[in-house]
């Protein structure tokens, strides 16, 4: 979460004199000792398609003649403005499209997708006279022809697993015969080398492995959504897990007596007691869960979105609707997590998770979610949208008449913006340009972006700036917002923390990485720098924040990212590179600690950082 407006730093010449004894000297990158960090895991997260979206004119794609990829009238693309025509002369006729790609060794899965419109004029449903070949080296993939005709853009996926570690030629071919034509439309390519890389294992951090089956109706504002859930779960730790409990974070924006997240009918268990001012319900399991045992617990649920412009709110017709699915809690060495909701930053530690989500919904909303989504016609009016996403920490979606535009990142990232009413169309463009230059530079710096596309919804009347959900961020109309946004899709949604008690260790990263996206050096970060008292810390919790306010912004994410800034002047601009990019991959899906950080950061200087840590106010 990015609040607004970002407050400034506190000017006193006390301040910055005590700074200039305590924090450490710029020092140029070529005079930083160049020590390799620790190991990182032996995959490397990758999008290995280039110009996936063919927004950025033909290479490094070869095609058969030079009007395949193009952006001409007759056919339109699936987001942005280029797409892939092959065929379509209503002749003999043979069209052909490659890419060299090299998938990296030591990923667990390499996944290829890719969409897919198909017209024609054939008029058979038996035979299929012109066909589309897509294959992977010598392997053919799959073979689609005029029988797959359809209205639209069709998502298609495989697996491409088996030949990690080399590199092959990525082809399409179509042909046709000698009458009657068939247009076989491609767009938005990617081949992810993340999406199957296992979270780091923790065997103090339970229940492992969730998985969300969800299924909900709402009514006619998409304000009220009832329906099923379900949470599959395995226990990680040798410790018996006897209980879990269910975070029904939502309920802060209600009472116990009026609750908006409601649970009810749950199976699996015996719920007792709501706690945590009704935002945790404990459910007693049938019998424990040893080490590796799994369990399904289920409920129906009922969801209500209150007014206000909020992240689990309607402003007007238009809802948005976060952190409002019941999650598991975390069992970790400090024990049950179950810190309470704060409106100030946020408290939402959890696993990553894989969420199946079905909304059934006026076919006049739109409705945004995290993850990849498909609509099918539902009955008298509806739309049904199922939304699939793995490896996410949490899910959120939106509902509500918004104005839709879409393109593709250069590295091949959908990108989609839904605006609310009295956003110009001018600031939407500039958000989508924005959101696709954020996204491809820090995939760059961090790693692929895992999760498929990506939804942005754009509203001036949010309080609180912007907030971070994985694959859906809202945001305000601001270019910095929207990229410090997108950088938490890798500071808390890819390598996870404890968000209570750890907050520096998403927002600062974030911050950083924004400053590093916009081309801001820090370069003037400590020049007024004051701080409240000795307690007040960089790495202070959101106990500490909620009861000192005013400084959280200030202190977390300005004197965050500046300390950040500091320890690459420290190690140098090519060893803090590696460093953060080797420490995501090693944390892919994981969750972060500020040791580990340090230690990492450690491990790649011959400088004791001791002095650093403590100059900076970083305890951990």
């Not at 810190?339 to 006049?364: I, M, Q, R």
């Not at 090519?574 to 950061?601: I, R």
Request: glycine share 8%; aromatic share 10%; charged share 15%.
């Amino acid at each position: 979460m990015r609040p607004t407006p970002h407050k400034s730093f506190a000017v006193t010449a006390c301040a910055v004199a005590a700074l200039a004894a305590v924090s450490l000297p710029a020092t140029s990158a070529s005079a930083a000792p160049d020590r390799a960090p620790s190991a990182a895991a032996a995959c490397t997260p990758a999008q290995v398609i280039a110009n996936g979206g063919f927004e950025s004119g033909t290479s490094p794609w070869t095609q058969s003649s030079s009007g395949v990829i193009t952006n001409r009238a007759g056919e339109s693309a699936h987001g942005g403005a280029g797409f892939a025509w092959l065929d379509g002369v209503g002749s003999t006729h043979t069209d052909t499209l490659s890419q060299s790609v090299t998938i990296p060794s030591g990923c667990s899965s390499a996944k290829l997708t890719f969409w897919l419109h198909v017209d024609t004029a054939e008029t058979t449903s038996s035979t299929a006279y012109d066909k589309l070949t897509a294959k992977i080296g010598s392997t053919t993939l799959a073979t689609y022809s005029n029988l797959d005709k359809n209205t639209g853009y069709v998502q298609k996926s495989f697996d491409v697993s088996a030949f990690a570690g080399q590199t092959v030629s990525l082809s399409f071919t179509g042909t046709e015969d000698s009458s009657l034509q068939t247009s076989f439309v491609l767009d938005d390519l990617a081949l992810d080398t993340s999406g199957g890389t296992t979270p780091p294992g923790d065997s103090t951090r339970t229940p492992a492995a969730p998985a969300y089956t969800v299924s909900l109706s709402s009514n006619t504002s998409g304000t009220n959504w009832t329906g099923h859930e379900s949470a599959t779960f395995t226990n990680a730790s040798a410790t018996p897990l006897s209980e879990v409990y269910l975070r029904l974070w939502d309920n802060y924006h209600g009472s116990c007596s009026a609750m908006p997240i409601a649970v009810t009918n749950v199976t699996g268990g015996t719920a007792g007691d709501l706690s945590v001012a009704c935002t945790a319900l404990k459910v007693t399991l049938l019998a424990p869960l040893t080490q590796g045992q799994s369990a399904t617990i289920g409920f129906d649920l009922g969801i209500t979105v209150p007014n206000g412009a909020d992240r689990f709110g309607a402003d007007g017709a238009f809802n948005n609707i976060g952190n409002a699915l019941p999650v598991l809690a975390i069992r970790d060495a400090a024990g049950w997590h179950l810190d309470p909701y704060t409106n100030n930053g946020e408290s939402f530690y959890s696993l990553a998770a894989d969420f199946k989500v079905t909304l059934d919904h006026p076919t006049g909303l739109l409705v945004p979610a995290t993850g990849t989504s498909v609509d099918t016609r539902g009955t008298s009016g509806r739309t049904i949208t199922t939304a699939t996403a793995a490896k996410v920490r949490d899910f959120a979606w939106a509902a509500g008449p918004f104005s839709k535009i879409s393109g593709t990142s250069p590295a091949g990232t959908a990108i989609n913006i839904y605006s609310v009413s009295g956003i110009s169309s001018s600031s939407a463009q500039s958000m989508l340009a924005t959101a696709k230059s954020a996204v491809d530079t820090h995939a760059a710096r961090f790693g692929a972006y895992p999760y498929g596309e990506l939804d942005a919804v754009i509203d001036n009347n949010y309080w609180f700036g912007g907030m971070e959900y994985p694959g859906f961020v809202l945001d305000l109309v601001s270019t910095t917002a929207l990229t410090h946004e997108i950088g938490h899709q890798w500071w808390y949604g890819i390598v996870g923390d404890d968000e209570y008690n750890n907050p520096w260790l998403d927002e600062a990263f974030a911050d950083y990485s924004t400053d590093l996206a916009l081309n801001q050096t820090g370069a003037n970060c400590w020049n007024s720098v004051s701080w409240a008292s000795s307690s007040e810390k960089i790495t202070n919790s959101m106990a500490y924040w909620d009861a000192h306010s005013s400084r959280y912004s200030t202190v977390v994410y300005g004197y965050g990212k500046c300390a950040l800034h500091d320890l690459r002047r420290v190690l140098g601009d090519s060893v803090m590179a590696k460093l953060l990019k080797d420490y995501a991959t090693s944390h892919w899906y994981g969750v972060s600690t500020t040791a580990e950080f340090k230690a990492a950061a450690q491990a790649a200087t011959a400088t004791d950082l001791t002095s650093f840590w403590t100059q900076h106010r970083i305890d951990g």
